[in-house]
């Protein structure tokens, strides 16, 4: 098996490049999308497309009667503007939320699919061995589909991707800034729940030379975000979990010299306990409430649908600790702290017992989300390769057993 990854490898790097130059927003990676599935119909894998939107489904049964595993990996770009300089950089542009963007590759997604289609050719070349199923999840808009639309892992698992071969365990993996080739997960809760939230905010406009005839709703705005630096700083017990509360976006006004009607604020939570979630949730709800009602206007909190918690089975991570070791040839860290990012492969373990990880690609300019973000080696995609074949086949075999 390792000596198929190696010699997949030069391909895997291909298609990586490939993806990062033609990048693709949540619900529209079509041309991603027809890659895959050409290359899974090449290996004489069943395919189906047109999954959540623009996922693709690939079904590799195996030469002997088993369980049935799925490996996941995600398709989606960001709206950031590409600053790599790479020969292969995207030039890519959209309008994304009304305003001219760069769309880009700055979460090493373009990685996860070439490394699964990696996977899956070295899976495909020894299928007579396989005593079971594999399923490739080839999914979009992890990052979060269009406004209005449905997306992502929550509808892929809708359309029953786990039910038909029904799955016993889901594997999946992510790209991230650190050593080469080396493997990191943790048991448990991994990675965080994650709540988006926006505000409404009304008050009066009026002249900015005369804010006493008007609701000065600027002021109002920023004791809101003072309140939620508060929250999560002076009012959690922050010894337990991680919890934040960021503000990130704040919109009003057009005019340096007009008190506008209205603002609009935007941002993130994230929290690892249920009860510590619900908690800040109701915690900014009053802030808003109030801070808005002092100065004679209203306010309002909207809450998105939530990312779930991260969390790998305990057994299932323990089981497969020794096949990730051999994937890594000893490079591994199994304890690693708590990660405050959010991952819809969340809605995967809910259903069935699952695994994620970590991928080290070496030390980019830029972390993930940034426009410097890079896949500094490329060679560490191999070792994605063979963790994604090894956790299926070691997986499999001792369900067989």
Same mark, same amino acid.
């Given at each position: 098996?390792?000596?198929?990854?190696?010699?997949?490898?030069?391909?895997? $790097?291909?298609?990586?490049?490939?993806?990062?130059?033609?990048?693709?927003?949540?619900?529209?990676?079509?041309?991603?999308?027809?890659?895959?599935?050409?290359?899974?119909?090449?290996? *004489?894998?069943?395919?189906?497309?047109?999954?959540?939107?623009?996922?693709?489904?690939?079904?590799?049964?195996?030469?002997?009667? *088993?369980?049935? $595993?799925?490996?996941? +990996? @995600? %398709?989606?770009?960001?709206?950031?503007?590409?600053?790599?300089?790479?020969?292969?950089?995207?030039?890519?542009?959209?309008?994304?939320?009304?305003?001219?963007?760069? #769309?880009?590759?700055?979460?090493?997604?373009?990685?996860?699919?070439?490394?699964?289609?990696?996977?899956?050719?070295?899976?495909?070349?020894?299928?007579?061995?396989?005593?079971?199923?594999? #399923?490739?999840?080839?999914?979009?808009?992890?990052?979060?589909?269009?406004?209005?639309?449905?997306?992502?892992?929550?509808?892929?698992?809708?359309?029953?991707?786990? !039910?038909?071969?029904?799955?016993?365990?889901?594997?999946?993996?992510?790209?991230?800034?650190?050593?080469?080739?080396?493997?990191?997960?943790?048991?448990?809760?991994?990675?965080?729940?994650?709540?988006? &939230? !926006?505000?409404?905010?009304?008050?009066?406009?009026?002249? *900015?030379?005369?804010?006493?005839?008007?609701?000065?709703?600027?002021?109002?705005?920023?004791?809101?975000?003072?309140?939620?630096?508060?929250? +999560?700083?002076?009012?959690?017990?922050?010894?337990?979990?991680?919890?934040?509360?960021?503000?990130?976006?704040?919109?009003?006004?057009?005019?340096?010299?007009?008190?506008? @009607?209205?603002?609009?604020?935007?941002?993130?939570?994230?929290?690892?306990?249920?009860?510590?979630?619900?908690?800040? %949730?109701?915690?900014?709800?009053?802030?808003?409430?109030?801070?808005?009602?002092?100065? *004679?206007?209203?306010?309002?909190?909207?809450?998105?649908?939530?990312?779930?918690?991260?969390?790998?089975?305990? +057994?299932?991570?323990?089981? %497969?600790?020794?096949?990730?070791?051999?994937?890594?040839?000893?490079?591994?860290?199994?304890?690693?702290?708590?990660?405050?990012?959010?991952?819809?492969?969340?809605? &995967?373990?809910?259903?069935?017992?699952?695994?994620? &990880?970590?991928?080290?690609?070496?030390?980019?300019?830029?972390?993930?989300?940034?426009?410097?973000?890079?896949?500094? @080696?490329?060679?560490?995609? !191999?070792?994605?390769?063979?963790?994604?074949?090894?956790?299926?086949?070691?997986?499999?075999?001792?369900?067989?057993?």
């Amino acid at each position: 098996m390792f000596s198929a990854a190696a010699k997949v490898q030069p391909k895997v $790097v291909t298609w990586r490049r490939d993806i990062h130059q033609h990048p693709e927003l949540g619900n529209n990676e079509v041309r991603t999308a027809k890659l895959v599935a050409d290359h899974l119909r090449k290996l *004489g894998i069943e395919v189906r497309t047109g999954v959540a939107k623009t996922g693709v489904v690939g079904v590799l049964k195996g030469g002997k009667p *088993g369980g049935v $595993v799925a490996l996941r +990996a @995600d %398709m989606d770009a960001l709206p950031v503007a590409e600053q790599t300089g790479l020969p292969f950089a995207s030039k890519v542009t959209t309008t994304y939320n009304g305003q001219t963007t760069g #769309v880009m590759h700055a979460c090493g997604h373009d990685a996860h699919v070439a490394i699964l289609m990696g996977a899956a050719e070295v899976l495909a070349g020894m299928r007579d061995q396989i005593p079971g199923t594999v #399923v490739f999840l080839f999914q979009p808009a992890e990052e979060g589909p269009p406004v209005g639309e449905e997306g992502g892992a929550p509808l892929m698992v809708k359309e029953g991707v786990l !039910e038909n071969p029904k799955v016993d365990a889901v594997f999946g993996l992510h790209v991230v800034p650190g050593e080469p080739g080396k493997l990191l997960w943790r048991p448990g809760p991994m990675m965080a729940a994650s709540d988006r &939230y !926006e505000i409404k905010l009304k008050g009066k406009q009026t002249h *900015g030379a005369n804010p006493w005839s008007g609701i000065d709703i600027a002021s109002m705005q920023a004791e809101v975000v003072l309140a939620f630096n508060q929250i +999560a700083a002076r009012q959690i017990n922050v010894t337990r979990t991680p919890t934040i509360l960021t503000v990130a976006t704040v919109h009003g006004g057009v005019r340096y010299n007009i008190i506008p @009607d209205d603002f609009t604020l935007a941002g993130t939570l994230r929290t690892f306990d249920p009860e510590l979630r619900k908690d800040v %949730m109701q915690r900014a709800e009053k802030a808003v409430e109030s801070i808005a009602g002092r100065y *004679g206007g209203k306010g309002q909190i909207e809450w998105g649908t939530p990312n779930p918690v991260t969390t790998n089975d305990p +057994a299932l991570t323990a089981r %497969m600790k020794p096949t990730l070791a051999r994937a890594a040839k000893g490079n591994v860290k199994d304890d690693i702290d708590y990660i405050t990012g959010a991952e819809d492969f969340s809605y &995967y373990q809910q259903k069935v017992p699952g695994l994620f &990880y970590d991928l080290g690609i070496g030390f980019p300019p830029g972390v993930n989300h940034s426009p410097m973000f890079n896949v500094m @080696d490329e060679g560490a995609m !191999e070792v994605g390769v063979r963790a994604q074949a090894l956790t299926a086949l070691d997986f499999l075999a001792t369900t067989a057993k």
